[in-house]
């Protein structure tokens, strides 16, 4: 089975403070995404990878990077953490590019920026 | 550019009923995928059935079953037999061909199974 873990289920950080969150995956998948999913929006995509070293801005980057320096794992950075981005963190990856790939989600992250 | 609609906020089922979701789609790549998840209160996002564009009959997936209308655009999910583990979000997403690959989610809806 695939498994993607996320470094944390709960977190709580102040505003200004840099935040990791830490995504990996054991099937030696291709792709991996960052989601947020607020009530009321769905998920969104914040940030994509289909390489080691290689990223793509999703439909909402601003406030966040990512880094992808080993293929099994992906991280978002919060440079400098603020209130609007209290939410729930889902990383997923697939297993290549084409239309019929499945993503696979991890438990996601609840980050509380107080 | 995509956009998914899920135009039901909130949906109650009696078990043992059979329940349909709502997906209807936009999108001008010449291929797509059509995916739902399921997301119990633990948070989890998990696959529960896919639907290729090209595809010419409907999917099936144990009770879940999609009714697949390519020129209305629409990808309503069936459940037969709803169990009380059904109540969850369900989202219904899209990856396009020209569209990077990434999962275009709508707003979910809401099940709730009662006994």
């Known amino acids: 089975d695939v498994k993607v873990t996320q470094s944390s289920r709960y977190l709580v950080k102040r505003t200004g403070e840099k935040v990791f969150l830490e995504c990996v995956q054991d099937?030696?998948?291709?792709?991996m995404f960052w989601y947020r999913q607020d009530p009321g929006l769905g998920l969104r995509l914040i940030y994509f990878?289909?390489?080691?070293?290689?990223?793509e801005k999703g439909d909402i980057p601003e406030g966040y990077s990512v880094s992808r320096e080993k293929k099994e794992r992906f991280s978002l950075i919060l440079e400098s953490a603020s209130t609007n981005q209290t939410s729930m963190y889902l990383c997923?990856?697939?297993?290549?590019?084409?239309?019929?790939?499945?993503?696979?989600f991890g438990p996601g992250t609840r980050l509380t920026v107080t | 550019a995509q956009k998914i609609t899920q135009t039901q906020p909130g949906m109650f089922v009696q078990e043992k009923e059979a329940v349909t979701l709502d997906c209807t789609y936009d999108?001008?790549?010449?291929?797509?995928?059509l995916f739902w998840y399921k997301q119990p209160s633990s948070g989890e996002m998990i696959f529960l059935i896919y639907q290729g564009s090209y595809d010419q009959q409907n999917a099936t997936e144990g009770r879940y079953s999609l009714n697949f209308q390519k020129a209305r655009k629409s990808a309503n999910l069936v459940i037969s037999a709803s169990q009380l583990g059904d109540s969850a979000m369900y989202f219904c997403a899209m990856v396009g061909s020209n569209s990077g690959y990434a999962l275009n989610f709508g707003k979910g809806t809401s099940l709730l199974v009662t006994p």
């Open positions: 999108t001008s790549d010449p291929s797509y995928g």
């Open positions: 990878s289909y390489d080691v070293k290689m990223k």
């Open positions: 997923a990856s697939s297993l290549g590019r084409d239309i019929y790939y499945e993503q696979y």
């Open positions: 099937m030696d998948h291709e792709n």
